[in-house]
């Protein structure tokens, strides 16, 4: 359970930012006259959930008493390099050679959507969507390997609004998650502890979006309370 106090002034601010994007952001975006109606919803969303993110983890380091000069959420971009393993499993000489002699360049530059520093240590990532469905959790999955392989000890954290994952995700105010058939099998091929997130309850519906009024979902405080004790947790150890 939370140990905030009910309801807490903070939290408070983040459902009053919530209602006030996802009830004008359709508003906003059909007068818009230089943007297409999509691009804009899909912005918005996606600022408001990244938003949310790093208030929570703010909110989070707070109440476990950290300095707000500890903590950084600065993006960085990681370069990941290829590995030497792939190097010697090609057939062709020529394009060995050509490898061995540029080396230095084969990198895959990488960044998810919120860094967290603790003195100046990558400790959490976190990937931020209005909802997830499967073939968006493959890359997510994909993206965090990609992490592990620099940064071993890294938490991987999916923060989303709405949950299109199947089971039980869409059901943030259990105490237990059991999840689904589907995400359970993508996680088992993967080295991953993928920490899943959800705000809003009840599974994401193509036809029904949150932004419509007959459709809104509201935020409950008690969830983001539960998402603020999961970094609490996650971020305890860096006090």
């Not at 952001?25 to 109606?37: F, N, S």
């Not at 960044?111 to 976190?126: A, L, P, S, W």
């Not at 993967?190 to 036809?207: P, Q």
Request: hydrophobic share 40%.
């Amino acid at each position: 359970m939370s140990s905030f106090k009910y309801p807490t002034e903070e939290v408070l601010e983040l459902v009053k930012a919530y209602n006030l994007l996802v009830k004008g952001i359709d508003d906003k975006a059909y007068v818009a006259e230089d943007r297409v109606y999509g691009g804009i919803i899909r912005a918005g969303k996606g600022i408001l959930v990244e938003s949310l993110a790093r208030r929570i983890i703010e909110l989070a380091w707070k109440e476990l008493g950290g300095s707000e000069k500890r903590l950084s959420l600065k993006k960085q971009e990681v370069k990941i390099p290829l590995k030497q393993e792939y190097v010697k499993k090609i057939k062709s000489p020529e394009v060995r050679e050509y490898i061995k002699s540029n080396i230095k360049h084969f990198l895959y530059k990488l960044k998810t959507d919120v860094h967290v520093h603790i003195d100046g240590e990558f400790i959490i990532g976190v990937e931020c969507k209005a909802y997830t469905e499967n073939a968006m959790f493959k890359r997510i999955l994909v993206d965090f390997t990609l992490f592990k392989n620099i940064f071993p000890n890294l938490h991987c954290v999916l923060f989303q609004l709405e949950s299109q994952l199947g089971g039980d995700y869409s059901q943030p105010n259990k105490d237990i998650i059991l999840g689904s058939y589907s995400t359970h099998t993508l996680l088992s091929y993967f080295d991953i502890d993928l920490i899943i997130i959800t705000l809003l309850e009840g599974e994401r519906k193509v036809d029904k979006p949150i932004h419509k009024k007959e459709y809104y979902k509201e935020l409950r405080p008690e969830n983001l309370y539960k998402a603020i004790d999961v970094f609490k947790e996650l971020l305890k150890s860096k006090v």
